[in-house]
């Protein structure tokens, strides 16, 4: 039960954050999809999130990573990621802090063993803009759930 309040906790953050910010038009929502390796898990996986800011230099992008694992083994995280952007025009660079959770599912037959862990990610990317409503994003982080550095590769797309 505490790990699904701690789920539960981290969604709602990001949601009401999300809502407040974008209500403000600090800066338009963007949509992520992408793909992610992470060193420890040796897989691959597929992320998804969104992106918005929060100041003239700070965007927050909540966003959930699904690694592709065997059958009986699954692993997936949740992270609300702040960004601070260090240049400006042509393409961004910046540094990344946030907060996850990591989930281990575990599949023994019969039934299957949860595990869950709280964390941060700690990184850094660049945005390359292709065209005013998409852009190519590149990260490397740190996931501290899965010990593990996290090479990401997506496209951020703007409403």
Do not use: C, H
């Amino acid at each position: 039960m505490k790990n699904n309040q701690k789920r539960l906790l981290i969604l709602l953050f990001a949601f009401f954050t999300m809502s407040a910010t974008y209500a403000q038009d600090k800066s338009p929502l963007k949509l992520y999809a992408g793909l992610n390796y992470g060193t420890d898990i040796s897989e691959l996986g597929i992320a998804a999130g969104v992106e918005f800011g929060l100041a003239e230099k700070i965007n927050l992008a909540p966003n959930f990573t699904y690694f592709f694992t065997p059958s009986e083994f699954s692993a997936y995280s949740i992270s609300a990621d702040g960004k601070y952007i260090f240049t400006d025009g042509g393409p961004q660079i910046y540094g990344l802090l946030g907060l996850t959770i990591g989930i281990v599912s575990v599949d023994l037959g019969p039934g299957s063993v949860t595990s869950s862990e709280f964390g941060i990610n700690v990184g850094a990317g660049i945005t390359q803009p292709i065209s005013d409503k998409i852009s190519f994003n590149g990260q490397l982080r740190y996931n501290t759930p899965f010990e593990q550095v996290e090479f990401m590769a997506g496209v951020l797309i703007g409403l």
